[in-house]
């Protein structure tokens, strides 16, 4: 016998993920997950009309700012190793 989720479970779900992600956005590790699960989501902004995005750039960039120094690797790529 098969099971299927109801769309609504998977909705609440997805809803879930997506709010714990985004009220621990000050730890790297998570802000990187966050990141993939937008990515896995196909969810994209421009950061010229997105005020909040701005935001949520610089901090990713302050976050990252010692280690870009030494490894000459972009922000995104330094927080996606480290859930890799």
């Not at 992600?21 to 802000?31: R, Y």
């Not at 030494?70 to 190793?81: P, S, Y």
């Amino acid at each position: 016998m098969s099971k299927k989720a109801s769309l609504e479970s998977l909705e609440a779900l997805h809803d879930a993920v997506a709010k714990q992600l985004a009220g621990n956005l000050d730890d790297p590790k998570m802000l990187a997950q966050a990141i993939t699960f937008l990515k896995n989501n196909n969810i994209t902004v421009d950061l010229v009309e997105s005020k909040p995005m701005q935001s949520v750039f610089e901090a990713v960039n302050n976050l990252v700012v010692p280690l870009k120094a030494d490894k000459g690797k972009d922000a995104i790529d330094l927080l996606l190793e480290d859930i890799g």
